[in-house]
């Protein structure tokens, strides 16, 4: 792989921690390939061969059962997926495919497990990864569980806003078809849900999607630092748990 796409990688929080022995050793073995948009990267129930990390691009996780296919999942640079098949050598519980001309990093998943044992440091990053990874995962239920298809709709136009700094414009990452799959609706349901909303504080031209009245689409979705997370802004914030120093700390 190309040195100047080193350090995008080395700020991950998988990686940043890791002692710099560990990380070079990984980075001699690991190379760079440019993949064509909808290319199956990887398939449901096979076993990891690399630890994947898309540094240009954007990848779908989808899981497929009974002729039925659904998105779990957008990944965007830079970042890892999937940790976990990786970390515990089990079938992939979802399949990867590129959304568009994408640019990805692999190394040897056998090399990452020997790194692990042996960097307590890159173990406990990917401890964490795989905790924020659990916990995305709860959120994730909680909206579609108790949400209805048009609160989860304007739940996610109010995350993409937050995302691009409370911008009152934005344009939706991916086509209204992977959208729909990805908020557990058909497309017909969510071209109802968008008509809806625009009774709502909300214009949809296209892709575009430009809020005219923030407080009448929260009011909608409801925002909750528990179900959400903290990139979207709750009516009442949560006290701040005060951080603990961290236990892991950067040798040398």
Known sequence: MRDDEKPNLRRLPLFREMMTP???????????????????????????????????????????????????????????????????DEPYLMSART??????????????????????????????ELAGGYRAFVRQAKNLK???????????ILHQSCRSGDAATIVLPVEKRHLASHLGM??????????????????????????????RLAAIAV???????????APTVLPRRREMPSLARKRG
């Open 186 to 215: 058909t497309p017909e349901n969510l071209s109802r849900s968008m008509k809806a909303l625009q009774g709502h504080g909300v214009v949809v031209q296209g892709m575009r999607v430009t809020i005219t009245d923030r407080a």
């Open 99 to 128: 959304l568009e001309r994408s640019q990805i990093v692999l190394i040897p998943v056998a090399d990452v497990r020997v790194a692990l044992r042996r960097d307590s440091d890159f173990a406990m990053a990917a401890m964490r």
């Open 22 to 88: 560990t990380f070079d050793s990984l980075m001699q073995i690991a190379y760079s390939q440019s993949f064509p948009a909808q290319l199956e990267l990887i398939r449901q129930g096979e076993y990891a061969d690399f630890l994947h990390v898309i540094i240009e691009g954007s990848v779908e996780l989808h899981a497929s059962w009974n002729g039925r296919d659904t998105v779990m999942g957008i990944v965007h640079p830079v970042s890892t997926f999937i940790l976990a098949a990786c970390v515990y």
């Open 146 to 156: 108790l949400r209805n298809s048009l609160e989860r709709l304007a739940a996610y």
């Open 223 to 233: 925002p909750d630092p528990l179900m959400d997370g903290p990139v979207i802004k």
